[in-house]
């Protein structure tokens, strides 16, 4: 009821509504001469008295934000102060465009501040509140306008909060808008969604061969083989190296320099090995290549280093360092 | 050919720290026995080892920083000395982190494959699905480096 009855007198009251928020707006200038050029200079508030409706395309952050009221009445100088707060009907296109999330986040931020003070509202309160607003207001931008914000606009309305007079803040939803709580989970839900997918990008680069793969499933089974087959090839490799015998001249330093010399060469290799096959086919690649070199051997699936296969192998196959060598070098360049 | 060294430029760069490391432990290794017998079970227990110390070296080289290192970290402590007491508090521990990171909204269309992956990776079971791609990007990173720096060993020595 309480918030029935402000939004209704919103529509009515809207000429005297703006002419009440020039008054609000002067206490308010301090305020944002307080912040930094994050948001405007103070400079820009008041040289934007007499502009029109400039668009926005403007330098400062929130052109958005500054310009997102304009057209609405006489005094829409007041429309910085309170861009998160006023709104008219005449100017919804353009605040669709807009920051719609930041504005119905804010705008839910001052719905619960109405909310806890309906009617101690003082002047002193509203100033609060809307440097409260604006600090919150600029984290959000900062954290999140740089991501796909645009698509956010356009499928969001925007919910503006309004300064009507200078002892409330009220929200009024639009037209079909869902309620906060639904609009915030959905806006999380995005976010997450838009994390996940970024990251699967950055998989994708890591992964060779990931381009052609489009579907998300399709590339978490990619980054899950190749996950494997590199764990594989470190067994295999430290199996190499502990049947290796080494060399009397155990010169770490001498190791380090030969060891370092050529980093992506050797990456190339493995990428190609790992390539053509699929899990299953890749299994069955590796042992078959193990069996023409080495003496007929089982070597069970995934079980390849197990103990018990080891002992299988025992009888029969010399793991000498000749052969591994063999072994390595007809994986690395098939 | 050049003999440009690049991780000389950069002394503490993952690849650096996991070499020295490795190499360290590798000549630890080869230092307490003799390598004259060239029994298969010698060689098994000494792979076992060398298994054992390049993912050491590998998470020490990482810290603390991931959680990936970390869950290796303690997988690595708690291995040998099987005191049932570590084991039963960390499983409560893992339970009760899996329950409530995996959400039904995390699962967006992920299911099976999400949870072949937090096998693979160290200490993924306790992770939403974002921040184990994020764990599972930089561990992809590492596994590289380990296998080419192992590779160059094995390279040297078995010319």
């Known amino acids: 009821m309480n918030r029935a009855l402000p939004e209704m007198l919103q529509w009515q009251q809207q000429q005297s509504y703006f002419s009440e928020l020039s008054g609000v707006f002067p206490s308010q200038t301090s305020h944002l001469l307080a912040f930094d050029g994050g948001f405007m200079s103070g400079d820009s508030v008041v040289t934007r008295e007499v502009k029109p409706h400039i668009g926005l395309e403007t330098p400062s952050p929130w052109p958005e934000l500054g310009f997102e009221f304009e057209p609405c009445g006489p005094s829409y100088t007041v429309n910085y102060a309170i861009s998160r707060t006023s709104s008219c009907p005449p100017a919804v296109p353009a605040a669709e465009l807009v920051s719609g999330k930041m504005g119905s986040a804010v705008g839910s931020e001052s719905f619960k501040k109405r909310k806890a003070d309906k009617l101690q509202n003082s002047k002193a309160a509203v100033e609060d509140d809307s440097t409260k607003k604006i600090k919150v207001y600029e984290e959000e931008g900062e954290s999140k306008i740089t991501g796909p914000s645009t698509s956010k606009h356009k499928k969001e309305n925007s919910k503006v909060s309004d300064v009507r007079k200078p002892d409330y803040i009220h929200v009024r939803a639009r037209r079909g808008q869902a309620t906060d709580s639904h609009s915030l989970a959905e806006r999380v839900r995005i976010y997450i969604r838009e994390k996940i997918s970024e990251r699967m990008k950055y998989l994708q680069d890591l992964v060779p061969g990931c381009n052609k793969i489009t579907g998300k499933a399709g590339m978490l089974d990619e980054i899950i083989n190749y996950v494997q087959s590199l764990q594989r090839q470190v067994e295999f490799l430290s199996m190499k190296l502990a049947a290796v015998n080494p060399r009397l001249d155990f010169n770490i330093d001498n190791i ?32 078959a290549l193990r069996r023409t070199i080495s003496a007929p051997v089982t070597i069970p699936d995934g079980s390849f280093l197990d103990s018990s296969c080891f002992t299988q192998i025992q009888p029969s196959a010399t793991w000498d360092g000749v052969e591994l060598q063999n072994l390595y070098n007809i994986g690395r360049f098939h | 050919m050049n003999k440009y060294n690049p991780d000389r430029m950069n002394p503490s760069s993952l690849r650096s720290r996991f070499t020295t490391r490795f190499l360290r432990n590798l000549s630890k290794i080869h230092a307490q026995k003799p390598s004259s017998s060239s029994s298969p079970a010698e060689i098994f227990r000494r792979y076992r080892r060398i298994k054992v110390a390049a993912d050491k070296s590998m998470a020490y080289s990482v810290r603390s920083r991931r959680t990936w290192s970390r869950a290796m970290l303690w997988k690595l402590r708690t291995r040998p000395c099987s005191t049932s007491i570590r084991k039963t508090r960390h499983e409560k521990q893992n339970k009760n982190r899996t329950t409530t990171a995996t959400t039904g909204e995390d699962r967006v269309g992920f299911g099976v494959e999400a949870d072949e992956l937090r096998e693979l990776v160290p200490g993924g079971e306790a992770m939403d699905l974002c921040n184990l791609l994020h764990e599972t990007a930089h561990y992809i990173k590492c596994l590289t480096t380990q296998v080419q720096v192992m590779k160059k060993i094995a390279d040297f020595y078995s010319p």
């Open chain 1, 256 to 287: 380090f320099t030969k060891v370092e010399e050529f980093p992506s060469v050797q990456a190339v290799a493995n990428p190609i090995h790992y390539l053509h096959f699929n899990p299953v086919q890749e299994l069955v690649s590796e042992t």
